[in-house]
């Protein structure tokens, strides 16, 4: 069975330091990953989406993940934090049926 | 495009009764699905339609229905509700079936259930 883990449920970094939030996956077969954000009171947004060829994805508003097979991770980063930036954030792995499985997500803080 | 739309927004229910949800997909898209988002449990998958067929399900009661009529709009459907159905139900469309077709979700719909 296909899972995710998002280490960190709540992470807090200064405006313009960079971000890491960490994900972690399993599957038995080649997943298919992808980065959703919410905003408060709104759906999920695409930040963006693994499925093949390289391994470094980049995204909207900056941001980027890299798809490392060898350590079933899918981090995703971004230089330097805005205001903006402050949400939740949703890894997910999509199985072969189509179905999204999400981690349980990380709260983004920004600090001024 | 217009994105997804979810009717209605908010809406508050009492045990026992039923409640229906709708979701309109972006123009094009053939395949909704649904999906529960609680702050205990996360975001957990409910169903998926394509072309007016259930093609999966998660692990819901049955008392959580769903269909999908021939213009892609979906409806969730759930009976005799419970407190624990409090929650954003969020849908979502994409093109087609499978693979790794992007989902793009609407707004949701808060339901809470007193």
């Known amino acids: 069975a296909q899972s995710v883990t998002q280490l960190g449920s709540h992470v807090s970094v200064s405006e313009g330091a960079l971000v890491l939030l960490r994900c972690n996956y399993s599957?038995?077969?080649?997943?298919?990953l992808f980065w959703y954000v919410q905003y408060p009171n709104q759906g999920l947004q695409l930040l963006l989406k693994?499925?093949?060829?390289?391994?470094l994805v980049k995204g909207i508003n900056g941001f980027e993940a890299e798809f490392k097979k060898s350590e079933t991770s899918f981090h995703l980063t971004k230089p330097s934090a805005h205001m903006s930036d402050a949400a939740e954030y949703f890894c997910?792995?999509?199985?072969?049926?189509?179905?999204?499985?999400f981690g349980q997500g990380t709260e983004l803080s920004v600090k001024p | 495009k217009a994105g997804v739309t979810q009717t209605p927004r908010y809406l508050i229910k009492t045990r026992g009764q039923q409640v229906t949800l709708s979701c309109s997909p972006i123009?094009?898209?053939?395949?909704v699905s649904w999906y529960q988002q609680t702050p205990g449990q996360g975001l957990q998958f409910l169903f998926e339609?394509?072309?007016?067929?259930?093609?999966n399900k998660g692990n819901f009661p049955g008392r959580f229905s769903g269909r999908q009529f021939s213009n892609s709009r979906s409806e969730m459907n759930v009976s005799t509700l419970e407190l624990g159905d409090s929650a954003l139900y969020l849908c979502?469309?994409?093109?087609?079936?499978?693979?790794?077709?992007?989902?793009?979700f609407g707004p949701g719909t808060r339901l809470l259930v007193l």
């Open positions: 123009s094009g898209h053939r395949s």
């Open positions: 339609y394509f072309s007016e067929t259930q093609r």
């Open positions: 599957s038995s077969v080649p997943p298919y």
């Open positions: 997910a792995v999509m199985n072969q049926g189509g179905k999204l499985i």
């Open positions: 979502a469309s994409s093109l087609t079936s499978g693979g790794a077709e992007t989902q793009y």
């Open positions: 693994y499925t093949t060829g390289a391994t």
